[in-house]
């Protein structure tokens, strides 16, 4: 689980990177990349008209050089060296150097060393070379061949261009500070910026594996309308429902659960009063009534655990069934039926028994759940009745109604006693399994403090609401609403 | 015999209790709630209690605060979760016994208590034998018969569980220990011995096919049952 998550921590993690990355090479390739192609272009430029400029200039030179000599070879050829060496003076004052071949070799040079440029161009044409020459630095070398009268002479000029360079090498060097900075600039910023877009995706990232790891309460605070933020709002949505659903189903596993301990708990009881019966019927000596005694104490166990076996399956079977057999049910019938399984029980209590049916519904449910509910209420009713005509002899008359009405948007039937009454623990606990109020009396009477938790589970099964109003000593009102 | 109060809504089990304390020579009385419990306890003088926890009125542990801390309380209650034991044995009772309960492990764990407060029975007569269980000798029409000490041990349980029909593996577990690795036939053999030692061959009675019972007359019984008879 731990590694797990660790996984998928760096997994994010490494996808943020290379993103990061792939976006960052790309903007920096392509800004550099048009930062260096323009820098490059204008100092190509520059460079251009700078060796134009000068090759023109050697044009020059090399023309009025070409005169001279044409002139002192046709006047006085001696003089040749002489005005290669005047020259030669003439260009150096300029920083140019000079080089003069003809067809008996190198006849002046004012270079220190040989460049180590080879030059040959066509007679009559020009080549040039930029090269670095010893003592000087960059220089332009520009190598002609002269034609015509003075053909075999090759003039070889070198004009100082090391200015050009630290230009340009100055300029590169502030394109690189200016590109270096930016460049950081951008590393940064992007950053930033990932981080930014990326948090909601980190924090939802966070949220599903806190969900995973059971935290169904987690929410991811996004107010952003964009994608991420409907995935936020989808992502709350369904960390809300699993939510919802796991409450719902341990509250319904608590209620089980809670069930089970009652029951067993229950089961205890007569368990104990069998075991010690039987152990006294096989080991004391007993008369015969005492023994009689004995066994019907055992029947009456065994009959408990019968009711509660019956009782347990029919709450569960409620559990299990849902509006399975359900039809349409006259609520007056139904009234009028249950009603005349009790009126002998009624008459035999001395109790007054009134039917009021203001309104007939069709109810859409099961029958036979319906009347057994009813008959539940209709017995509670009467066993309040039998409770306070017990403790309170005189002129007490103990009364039941049965009624059926419309409360609003609601059908409600109503059974209602003059009986003992609850107090508000009662009345707040009645619906538990188990629950009695008195279990002397229950224990009497043959209750086992399931039947209003049938009648709630049948309630619910039908869409129905059942609860009670009560004041101890006054009579009680159970209601089940309908919805309708 | 000790006088024993028993606080037990449930009538069944109440009287079962009864039934089987009074069998063994305790005298007891039963109440159905806590508050009549109270009442009678006032009244009577007792020499323990054993009360039920979940109880209308009064509950068990309310009532176990209100008797006096000097009257032993054994708790017999259907709770059985180790919490609400220990909630129990924290209050001060001497014991604590689950529902279901066995009934001779009931008479076994009472007769613990009366024995740790020295309210345990001195000794009794059965037929012509006077049975002394302090200083562990039986006098037979006032003249000491030694017995081996497995024997006395296996007149011990029978006295203790008087009137209550043992069987024979349940003899071997009590008087024997659980380890003891014998037959059952063991057991008839001692009981013969028993029986022709201290000439209670009427007092203690063979159940058929499943054990032996001491029987007490009124006189040593005292409690309901020879009444009844």
Same mark, same amino acid.
């Given at each position: 689980?731990k590694?797990d998550?660790?996984?998928?921590?760096?997994?994010?993690?490494?996808?943020?990177?290379?993103?990061?990355?792939?976006?960052?090479?790309?903007?920096?390739?392509?800004?550099?990349?048009?930062?260096?192609?323009i820098?490059?272009?204008a100092?190509?430029?520059?460079?251009?008209?700078?060796?134009?400029?000068?090759?023109?200039?050697?044009?020059?030179?090399?023309?009025?050089?070409?005169?001279?000599?044409?002139?002192?070879?046709?006047?006085?050829?001696?003089?040749l060296?002489r005005?290669?060496?005047k020259?030669?003076?003439?260009?150096?004052?300029?920083?140019?150097?000079?080089?003069?071949?003809?067809?008996?070799?190198?006849?002046?040079?004012?270079?220190?060393?040989?460049?180590?440029?080879?030059?040959?161009?066509?007679?009559?044409?020009t080549?040039?070379?930029?090269?670095?020459?010893?003592?000087?630095?960059?220089?332009?070398?520009v190598?002609?061949?002269?034609?015509?009268?003075?053909? @075999?002479?090759?003039?070889?000029m070198?004009?100082?261009f090391?200015?050009?360079?630290?230009?340009w090498?100055?300029?590169?060097?502030?394109?690189?500070?200016?590109?270096?900075?930016?460049?950081?600039?951008?590393? =940064?910023?992007?950053?930033?910026?990932?981080? =930014?877009?990326?948090?909601?995706?980190?924090?939802?990232?966070?949220?599903?594996?806190?969900?995973?790891?059971?935290?169904t309460?987690?929410?991811?605070?996004?107010?952003?309308k964009?994608?991420?933020?409907?995935?936020?709002?989808?992502?709350?949505?369904?960390?809300?429902?699993?939510e919802?659903?796991?409450l719902k189903?341990?509250a319904?596993?608590?209620?089980?659960?809670?069930?089970?301990?009652?029951?067993?708990?229950?089961?205890r009881?007569?368990?104990?009063? =069998?075991?010690?019966?039987?152990?006294?019927l096989?080991?004391?000596?007993?008369?015969?009534?005492?023994t009689?005694?004995?066994?019907?104490g055992?029947?009456?166990?065994?009959?408990?655990?019968?009711?509660l076996?019956?009782?347990m399956?029919?709450?569960?079977?409620?559990?299990?069934?849902?509006?399975?057999?359900?039809?349409?049910?006259?609520?007056?019938?139904?009234?009028?039926?249950?009603?005349?399984?009790?009126?002998?029980?009624?008459?035999?209590?001395?109790?007054?028994f009134s039917?009021?049916?203001?309104?007939?519904?069709?109810?859409?449910?099961?029958?036979?759940?319906?009347?057994?509910?009813?008959?539940?209420?209709l017995d509670?009713?009467?066993?309040?009745?039998?409770?306070?005509?017990?403790?309170?002899? @005189?002129?007490?008359?103990?009364?039941?109604?049965?009624?059926a009405?419309?409360?609003?948007?609601?059908?409600v039937i109503?059974?209602?006693?003059?009986?003992?009454?609850?107090g508000?623990?009662?009345?707040?606990?009645?619906?538990?399994?188990?629950?009695?109020?008195?279990?002397a009396?229950?224990?009497r009477?043959?209750?086992?403090?399931?039947?209003?938790?049938?009648?709630?589970?049948?309630?619910?099964v039908?869409?129905?609401?059942?609860?009670?109003?009560?004041?101890?000593?006054? @009579?009680?009102?159970?209601?089940?609403?309908?919805?309708? | 015999?000790?006088?024993?109060?028993?606080?037990?809504?449930?009538p069944a089990?109440?009287?079962?209790?009864?039934?089987?304390?009074?069998?063994?020579?305790?005298?007891?009385?039963?109440?159905?709630?806590?508050?009549?419990?109270?009442?009678?306890?006032?009244?009577?003088?007792?020499?323990?209690a054993?009360?039920?926890?979940?109880?209308?009125?009064?509950d068990?542990l309310?009532?176990?605060?209100?008797?006096?801390?000097? $009257?032993?309380?054994?708790?017999?209650?259907?709770?059985?979760?180790v919490?609400?034991?220990?909630?129990?044995?924290?209050?001060?009772a001497?014991?604590?016994?689950?529902?279901?309960?066995?009934? $001779?492990?009931?008479?076994?764990?009472v007769?613990?208590?009366?024995?740790?407060?020295?309210k345990?029975?001195?000794?009794?007569?059965?037929?012509?034998?006077?049975?002394?269980?302090?200083?562990?000798?039986?006098?037979?029409?006032?003249?000491?018969?030694?017995?081996t000490?497995?024997?006395?041990?296996?007149?011990?349980?029978?006295v203790?569980n008087?009137? $209550?029909?043992?069987?024979?593996e349940k $003899?071997?577990?009590?008087?024997?220990?659980?380890?003891?690795?014998?037959?059952?036939?063991?057991?008839?053999?001692?009981?013969q011995?028993?029986?022709?030692?201290?000439?209670?061959?009427?007092?203690?009675?063979?159940?058929?096919?499943?054990?032996?019972?001491?029987?007490?007359?009124?006189?040593?019984?005292g409690?309901?049952?020879?009444e009844?008879?």
């Amino acid at each position: 689980m731990k590694k797990d998550d660790k996984q998928t921590g760096t997994r994010v993690a490494s996808f943020r990177l290379r993103a990061y990355f792939c976006l960052l090479l790309l903007f920096l390739v392509a800004f550099d990349g048009a930062l260096f192609a323009i820098t490059w272009r204008a100092d190509n430029q520059t460079f251009l008209a700078r060796r134009d400029k000068l090759l023109t200039q050697q044009q020059y030179m090399l023309r009025s050089l070409g005169a001279d000599i044409s002139n002192i070879a046709a006047t006085r050829p001696l003089g040749l060296g002489r005005l290669y060496e005047k020259k030669g003076q003439d260009f150096l004052s300029g920083g140019v150097l000079l080089r003069i071949e003809n067809s008996d070799g190198v006849v002046y040079s004012s270079f220190e060393s040989e460049p180590d440029a080879q030059l040959s161009p066509a007679m009559g044409a020009t080549v040039w070379r930029a090269r670095q020459v010893a003592g000087h630095g960059k220089m332009l070398l520009v190598q002609s061949a002269l034609s015509q009268e003075l053909a @075999g002479y090759q003039v070889l000029m070198a004009f100082p261009f090391q200015s050009f360079f630290d230009l340009w090498f100055a300029d590169l060097r502030s394109i690189a500070a200016i590109s270096f900075g930016i460049s950081l600039a951008l590393a =940064v910023a992007l950053w930033l910026l990932l981080r =930014v877009l990326w948090q909601p995706l980190a924090q939802l990232g966070d949220a599903t594996r806190r969900l995973r790891a059971g935290e169904t309460q987690v929410r991811v605070a996004c107010a952003r309308k964009d994608e991420i933020g409907q995935l936020a709002q989808d992502f709350n949505r369904m960390a809300g429902q699993i939510e919802t659903q796991i409450l719902k189903l341990q509250a319904t596993a608590q209620e089980k659960q809670s069930l089970i301990d009652a029951l067993s708990h229950e089961l205890r009881t007569p368990l104990t009063a =069998v075991r010690a019966s039987v152990q006294m019927l096989q080991m004391a000596k007993l008369s015969q009534g005492e023994t009689y005694a004995i066994l019907e104490g055992l029947q009456h166990e065994t009959g408990r655990l019968q009711q509660l076996a019956d009782s347990m399956l029919s709450l569960s079977r409620l559990e299990r069934e849902r509006a399975g057999q359900f039809a349409a049910v006259s609520s007056g019938r139904l009234c009028r039926r249950a009603a005349q399984l009790f009126r002998a029980q009624f008459a035999a209590a001395g109790v007054a028994f009134s039917l009021k049916l203001q309104e007939e519904q069709p109810l859409w449910g099961d029958d036979a759940l319906l009347e057994s509910l009813l008959c539940n209420l209709l017995d509670n009713a009467c066993k309040a009745c039998a409770a306070r005509s017990d403790s309170e002899k @005189g002129e007490y008359c103990p009364k039941i109604d049965l009624l059926a009405q419309r409360q609003g948007n609601n059908f409600v039937i109503c059974v209602a006693d003059n009986g003992c009454g609850m107090g508000e623990e009662a009345l707040r606990r009645i619906k538990e399994p188990f629950y009695r109020e008195d279990k002397a009396r229950s224990r009497r009477t043959g209750g086992n403090g399931l039947g209003v938790s049938i009648c709630q589970r049948i309630a619910k099964v039908h869409g129905a609401a059942l609860y009670f109003e009560s004041a101890p000593g006054k @009579g009680t009102k159970a209601f089940v609403s309908f919805t309708t | 015999m000790a006088n024993i109060l028993i606080a037990e809504d449930e009538p069944a089990i109440a009287a079962l209790m009864e039934r089987s304390l009074s069998l063994v020579g305790h005298k007891v009385e039963c109440a159905a709630d806590g508050n009549e419990a109270l009442q009678v306890f006032l009244k009577g003088n007792f020499d323990l209690a054993l009360l039920d926890i979940m109880m209308p009125g009064l509950d068990g542990l309310t009532l176990k605060a209100r008797l006096p801390a000097g $009257l032993p309380v054994i708790f017999v209650s259907a709770k059985n979760a180790v919490a609400d034991q220990l909630k129990g044995l924290g209050m001060g009772a001497d014991d604590y016994i689950t529902k279901p309960f066995d009934m $001779l492990v009931l008479l076994a764990r009472v007769e613990a208590v009366l024995r740790r407060t020295c309210k345990s029975e001195q000794g009794l007569t059965v037929g012509r034998c006077y049975i002394d269980l302090q200083k562990r000798c039986v006098l037979v029409a006032g003249v000491p018969m030694p017995l081996t000490p497995q024997e006395f041990n296996l007149l011990e349980v029978l006295v203790r569980n008087r009137n $209550l029909a043992l069987s024979r593996e349940k $003899l071997l577990e009590l008087a024997w220990g659980f380890d003891y690795d014998g037959d059952t036939r063991t057991v008839d053999v001692h009981i013969q011995k028993l029986r022709r030692k201290l000439r209670l061959e009427n007092e203690i009675c063979t159940v058929y096919k499943y054990g032996y019972r001491l029987e007490t007359g009124p006189v040593g019984g005292g409690g309901g049952n020879g009444e009844k008879r």
